[in-house]
T-cell receptor, first 115, second 110 residues
Framework: KAGVTQTPRYLIKTRGQQVTLSCSPI?????VSWYQQTPGQGLQFLFE???????NKGNFPGRFSGRQFSNSRSEMNVSTLELGDSALYLC??????????????FGPGTRLTVL | SQKIEQNSEALNIQEGKTATLTCNYT??????LQWYRQDPGRGPVFLLL?????KEKRKERLKVTFDTTLKQSLFHITASQPADSATYLC?????????FGAGTILRVKS
């Protein structure tokens, strides 16, 4: 079974631009969560989607948004990029609600650099 | 607010020894706790889950304990190998989402 895939793997943008990251969960997994990982803040929860609905949201500004499609694939968008948005963005999928007793499977991440 | 603390300094041990990593938390009583391993440039990989009513869980060379009174989990790797070198993250459930600790870097030297 193929794992979680994320595209692109690396991205360089400049301040003020916007970016869209994509995540394909493991086949059959309906929950997709997004995390931001930085050296200073560690792994922080952005949001979680289940059956095309956002079920949980972390403490990030409205510039961070996401969506999930009927095939469970998910995208996250960051608008008006800031230098502080430079991070590794990780997507994780699970069979049921993320954070439940079900295991989360992480993708390799997208490394975003904002110049 | 909820706080999760893991050893901030890297743990350096000799091959063959037992590595013990600590995860402490405050202001919350999680129903379960998970441990993940993360290698540089890669996403975390799930290792073990332990529930609040379980004291100990084992998987091959790995052992996790969960003390809800002390609000602490210990993660042990016995007979450690250089290949065990990685960052280890603990994560607590927080109402349908996971909250991660900052992680502890483990270095196993041969």
């Amino acid at each position: 079974k193929a794992g979680v895939t994320q595209t692109p793997r690396y991205l360089i943008k400049t301040r003020g631009q916007q970016v869209t990251l994509s995540c394909s969960p493991i086949s059959g997994h309906r929950s997709v969560s997004w995390y931001q990982q930085t050296p200073g803040q560690g792994l922080q929860f952005l949001f979680e989607y289940f059956s095309e609905t956002q079920r949980n949201k972390g403490n990030f500004p409205g510039r961070f948004s996401g969506r999930q499609f009927s095939n469970s694939r998910s995208e996250m968008n960051v608008s008006t990029l800031e230098l502080g948005d430079s991070a590794l963005y990780l997507c994780a999928s699970s069979l049921v609600l993320a954070g439940d007793t079900d295991t989360q499977y992480f993708g390799p991440g997208t490394r975003l650099t904002v110049l | 607010s909820q706080k999760i603390e893991q050893n901030s300094e890297a743990l350096n041990i000799q091959e063959g020894k037992t590595a013990t990593l600590t995860c402490n938390y405050t202001n919350y009583s999680p129903a379960y706790l998970q441990w993940y391993r993360q290698d540089p440039g890669r996403g975390p990989v799930f290792l073990l889950l332990i529930r609040e009513n379980e004291k100990e869980k084992r998987k091959e060379r790995l052992k996790v304990t969960f003390d809800t009174t002390l609000k602490q989990s210990l993660f042990h790797i016995t007979a450690s190998q250089p290949a065990d070198s990685a960052t280890y993250l603990c994560a607590l459930d927080r109402g349908n989402k996971l909250v991660f600790g900052a992680g502890t870097i483990l270095r196993v030297k041969s």
